[in-house]
């Protein structure tokens, strides 16, 4: 399975936006990079998947790098609740069923 | 908006005692998978359901561990005899996968876990 790499810890302002880093150098052609976040106390939560191109919904904003051995959650505009901690993960777009959750970033925001 | 509903959120026990973790799917999902989360070893598959068939479990100790689903809306993750080392929290999460797929690139859709504390 191709993994991903990711900062330990991040701090943001509240208010501003984040930029979460997310490297998968050994991703396939066929890999979509999907982002789960995980709040205390709580089960992990999607929050975005793509293939290719970027992609933009009602949580965040996925910008893929054009080799796509790099990806970057962007939120943008950070807010208390946003504190959690952030997992990037690879799946094949064939549809397997194993996810490996790393380590994730664990996002710190202040007010 | 639908939600995977765990029961119980909270479990306390000893050690030797048998316990059960039951999982409610969201309705029209038809795949279930099982994971543990501690803080050394992070979330782990245990097991993973397709169409209420067992599809995988290597992620389980074998011996003291069953998963199984009696039905489309309920999963349930057995330890019998527990262990101080089970102690974790156990997150079971719901997705679709298409027709002719083992799995899904879809989200999968998580509970809020047990949290299960073995004396």
């Known amino acids: 399975d191709a993994k991903t790499t990711q900062p330990n810890s991040m701090e943001s302002n509240e208010e501003e936006p984040v930029h979460l880093p997310c490297n998968h150098s050994?991703?396939?052609?066929?890999?979509?990079i999907h982002w789960y976040r995980q709040l205390p106390s709580q089960g992990p939560e999607y929050v975005i998947h793509?293939?290719?191109s970027n992609v933009n919904n009602r949580m965040a904003s996925l910008a893929i790098a054009e080799d796509r051995k790099s990806s970057t959650l962007i939120l943008h505009r950070a807010t208390l609740r946003d504190a959690a901690v952030y997992y990037c993960?690879?799946?094949?777009?064939?549809?397997?069923?194993?996810?490996?959750f790393g380590a994730g970033t664990r996002l710190f925001v202040k007010a | 908006d639908a939600r995977v509903t765990q029961t119980p959120r909270h479990k306390v026990t000893e050690m030797g005692q048998e316990v059960t973790m039951r999982c409610q799917p969201i309705?029209?999902?038809?795949?279930v998978f099982w994971y543990r989360q501690t803080m050394m070893q992070g979330l782990e598959l245990l097991a993973y359901?397709?169409?209420?068939?067992?599809?995988?479990d290597s992620g389980m100790p074998k011996d003291r561990f069953s998963a199984e689903m009696p039905d489309a809306t309920l999963a349930t993750l057995k330890i019998q005899p527990s262990e101080p080392r089970d102690s974790a929290v156990y997150f079971c999460?719901?997705?679709?996968?298409?027709?002719?797929?083992?799995?899904?690139?879809?989200?999968?859709?998580f509970g809020d876990g047990t949290r299960l504390s073995i004396l």
């Open positions: 999460a719901s997705g679709l996968a298409p027709d002719g797929q083992i799995g899904t690139n879809q989200p999968q859709h």
């Open positions: 993960i690879l799946r094949p777009q064939s549809g397997g069923f194993k996810t490996i």
């Open positions: 359901f397709r169409n209420r068939a067992p599809l995988d």
């Open positions: 050994t991703i396939s052609g066929t890999d979509y």
């Open positions: 309705l029209g999902h038809n795949t």
């Open positions: 793509g293939l290719t």
